[in-house]
């Protein structure tokens, strides 16, 4: 069976890379971007079953790049996750699903395996 590919958008080198190690221990394939930039064409280059987003990043925002999503009419389901709540309420009609940071790791596999049915 294939692993299901996962773009995950983090500029936290640090929860980047646990969130990493959480979804690869779940049997997912993770392609890590510290931000949103060219996100359709890596969407087209890598075909991800999903794309995780940090709603907060310094150089291209989680937001621009959801909405980059939708402009080029990509079918790909997007999490939004933030520390900031009102950032969440903003992306929550845009999005499969919201995460307030801090995280527990089940809570974001349950999330990710609900998404992309896999409970």
């Known amino acids: 069976m294939t692993k299901s590919t996962i773009i995950l958008m983090e500029d936290d080198e640090d929860l980047r890379e646990l969130y990493r190690i959480l979804l690869e221990a779940a049997d997912y394939s993770v392609i890590l971007?510290?931000?949103?930039s060219n996100i359709v064409k890596f969407i087209d280059t890598h075909r991800p079953a999903l794309v995780i987003t940090d709603m907060v990043m310094p150089d291209s925002e989680g937001m621009e790049g959801i909405f980059q999503i939708l402009q080029d009419k990509k079918?790909?389901?997007?999490i939004a996750i933030s520390g900031y709540p009102d950032y969440l309420r903003l992306a929550e009609p845009f999005v499969s699903a919201c995460l307030l940071k801090p995280l527990i790791g089940s809570t974001l596999v349950d999330t990710v395996n609900r998404v992309l049915c896999k409970t």
């Open 33 to 36: 971007k510290n931000d949103s």
């Open 75 to 78: 079918n790909t389901p997007v």
